[in-house]
């Protein structure tokens, strides 16, 4: 949504993404941008799920048409040790300052929603050095020095529950957790290495925020459908690769379902989005379904498209 022409401006007089994610003024701008036009139900805060890395000792920078990219990777227990526990108010004060100022904005006339990365998806990103298309240096290291790893993971899944009970403290009403990285692994290995640690974010959180809405997203998941819902959270998000009937037959009727259109679609005619909508909600059941994209919209989609998506969204019925 925010690809339009006034993001792209902001681009243009603030090139670097940290530079536009990191100051309060210009996140809350770009966060309103979308809610503005469109109206949706949720109001996300612009941020990286890579954001508390430099306040946890690991250095790094998103560089546009590289995308991430860590200085220091890390690769060996001497590594992870020089990884700090993170603290939220004093490594990136500017993203409690923004969803403050985000929800007297709003005036809940939508949520607020924040988001942090999955442990296994982060500790990717810092052994990888970055993206990776095979992630052979997370798998070694899982499979060769798995205490590392673990430790590592330990780490992190104690530093993102902290960040989820500061992001609620400080004024989001949901937040969603990304393991984009977690389906790169095995079913069983997926219940060695991101299953425990999600759900132990989970608990923690619960244990302060039982009200807080959690919502879990992994790309590609049509693997691990069955175990999502045991992390316990409240919704699990699919993309447009999942049959939405199939996903709701495999999550069953307690779990909230959250997509699954795909983003592509919005390429289409009007006449087409409609019925995939309808198609989409029609296959999620009555209830517990929370009606989005399967993905971020594309670079491109055409502005005209994204509005007549919110009015048909807007405008169903059960």
């Not at 860590?70 to 939220?88: C, Q, T, Y």
């Not at 004060?93 to 006339?109: C, D, H, K, Q």
């Not at 995939?276 to 296959?283: A, G, L, N, Q």
């Amino acid at each position: 949504m925010r690809q339009a022409g006034s993001y792209q401006i902001l681009c243009e007089k603030y090139p670097s993404f940290r530079e536009r994610s990191e100051n309060v003024d210009l996140v809350v701008e770009i966060s309103l941008q979308p809610w503005k036009v469109f109206r949706p139900d949720g109001v996300i805060l612009f941020s990286d799920i890579l954001t508390p890395l430099s306040g946890m000792n690991i250095p790094f920078d998103i560089v546009k048409g590289k995308g991430p990219i860590i200085f220091d990777p890390i690769r060996s227990a001497a590594d992870v040790d020089k990884v700090r526990e993170f603290n939220a108010e004093e490594s990136v004060p500017y993203v409690g300052e923004a969803l403050t100022i985000l929800r007297e904005e709003v005036n809940n006339e939508a949520a607020v929603l924040g988001f942090v990365g999955a442990p296994f998806t982060l500790a990717s990103y810092v052994v990888e050095g970055g993206s990776s298309k095979h992630f052979s240096k997370i798998k070694r290291l899982a499979f060769s020095e798995p205490k590392v790893l673990h430790a590592l993971l330990q780490k992190f899944a104690t530093s993102m529950a902290k960040y989820i009970q500061y992001q609620a403290d400080k004024g989001a009403q949901a937040v969603q957790i990304f393991d984009s990285w977690a389906t790169e692994l095995s079913p069983v290995d997926f219940e060695e290495f991101s299953l425990p640690y999600l759900k132990q974010i989970v608990d923690t959180v619960k244990h302060t925020h039982p009200e807080l809405p959690l919502i879990l997203y992994a790309s590609g998941s049509g693997g691990l459908i069955e175990r999502l819902p045991l992390t316990g959270v409240d919704v699990v998000s699919l993309d447009w690769t999942v049959d939405m009937a199939e996903g709701r037959h495999r999550l069953g009727s307690n779990v909230a379902i959250q997509g699954n259109v795909d983003p592509g679609v919005l390429f289409g005619s009007k006449e087409f989005i409609t019925d995939r909508i309808h198609d989409t909600v029609k296959k999620a059941g009555k209830g517990k379904h929370i009606l989005n994209l399967g993905h971020g919209i594309a670079v491109g989609t055409p502005e005209e498209n994204v509005a007549h998506f919110f009015e048909v969204a807007k405008g169903l019925r059960y």
